[in-house]
């Protein structure tokens, strides 16, 4: 059963974990069967030991069954699993007219693992004792509905009962009216603040991109920088992530994959590569690669960037409205598998680690559109996962089903 357009963009953004550690890949030639079109090409970037074979098979069967299955125009997979072996495979396509081959050296829209680099940047200033996650959002930003009850942790752990702004009909029409627009964070408010809260404050779990729009603006105030900025200065360069950015209009830079949606005015499939993510912003904007990705998510999952103190808060999470996800700061953890996924329009991802392995799981694919009413990304990672974890199997991100 489909969703509504609204409550898909108030998914829009959606969750998965980040990942581990940066190698140079230099793409091989394609592997693929004779008389197999461009579609089907599979692109074997391992750098490192590789998977067994058989292993290896396996999985190139479950992603192709899964990507014809669901209708996944391309798909970038890579999975690292220390003592195991590497797997990366990019199959499909990168562009519905040309044919060009989906590949793995591409940027991606990373949709709502945006919030996994926002939340840190707080915490770091929670580190440097600049701001406490207990403070209440109305000693930052005015105007907030009970903001004198609603503090920085419980935005950052989706608690506040602040509704989703990306569920306003108002927004949804200006926006599909419109994908090339540019929002300001002020704006996207208004839509969210005309409604009343959803519930008391800390008293429910609500995804809402409402939260990380304030706590952005939060991490502005005080730091006296740009959101983009400060992410750049404090997150990224310290991760060496020289392929993860944070645009301020719809800026994408090349090797890149077309992104087809069906979250349109008329349903009808559209090419959203270039519509503006700005509407996102803190919460679901930035752009990476698979590579970038796999870095990001073992600093995520560890902690690197943080006291102990403050990353083992993090990681408390919280029983959510979604089974067997639980979410902590700005993080979830499903089936032992920590990160965060990403959606919005065209484009998905799943950024995931798994500590009891220390393997990292990073999915990319170019389209939104549901499958069966499940995100196509969830159905990739499961089927990845129930092979190489079978005891660690991932249940789905967060966004409406």
Same mark, same amino acid.
């Given at each position: 059963?489909? &969703?509504?357009?609204? &409550? ?19 793409? /091989? ?61 990019? /199959? ?141 200065? &404090? ?124 393997? /990292? ?41």
């Amino acid at each position: 059963m489909r &969703r509504t357009t609204a &409550r898909r963009l108030f998914a829009a953004t959606l969750l998965v974990a980040s990942v581990l550690a940066p190698m140079a890949v230099a793409p /091989t030639p394609a592997v693929h069967a004779a008389g197999a079109d461009q579609a089907d090409h599979q692109y074997d970037t391992c750098a490192g030991k590789c998977l067994d074979p058989v292993l290896s098979a396996r999985l190139d069967k479950a992603i192709e069954d899964v990507r014809e299955q669901a209708g996944i125009p391309g798909v970038v997979v890579g999975l690292w699993m220390p003592g195991k072996g590497d797997y990366v495979r990019a /199959t499909g396509v990168a562009n519905k007219v040309t044919g060009a081959p989906m590949a793995a050296d591409s940027y991606i829209r990373i949709g709502s693992e945006t919030k996994t680099f926002t939340v840190t940047a707080l915490l770091e200033l929670v580190d440097e004792h600049r701001i406490g996650l207990d403070d209440p959002i109305s000693a930052y930003v005015p105007g907030v509905r009970k903001g004198d009850r609603i503090t920085l942790r419980q935005l950052a752990e989706m608690r506040s009962g602040l509704f989703p702004y990306t569920a306003d009909a108002d927004f949804v029409h200006d926006l599909l009216s419109d994908p090339y627009r540019s929002y300001t964070p002020r704006e996207l408010l208004a839509y969210g603040m005309k409604h009343k809260n959803t519930f008391e404050p800390g008293a429910e779990f609500q995804y809402s991109n409402t939260n990380l729009i304030l706590l952005g603006l939060v991490i502005e105030k005080v730091s006296g920088q740009r959101l983009e900025h400060f992410i750049r200065d &404090r997150v990224l360069r310290p991760s060496h992530l020289r392929k993860t950015l944070f645009p301020t209009g719809p800026e994408f830079p090349r090797p890149h994959a077309h992104g087809y949606t069906d979250q349109t005015l008329s349903g009808r499939t559209e090419d959203a590569t270039h519509w503006n993510p700005s509407w996102a912003w803190a919460a679901g904007a930035m752009i990476s690669d698979l590579h970038d990705l796999r870095r990001w998510a073992e600093i995520l999952a560890t902690g690197k960037l943080l006291s102990p103190e403050t990353q083992a808060q993090r990681l408390k999470t919280l029983p959510t409205t979604f089974p067997g996800l639980s979410y902590g700061l700005g993080i979830f953890e499903t089936g032992g598998w920590i990160g965060h996924n990403g959606s919005l329009p065209g484009y998905e991802t799943v950024t995931i680690y798994l500590p009891s392995q220390k393997a /990292t799981l990073v999915i990319m694919i170019n389209t939104d559109s549901l499958s069966g009413g499940q995100e196509p990304s969830t159905l990739l990672a499961r089927a990845v996962t129930q092979i190489v974890t079978p005891n660690n199997v991932y249940d789905g991100g967060v966004g409406p089903r």
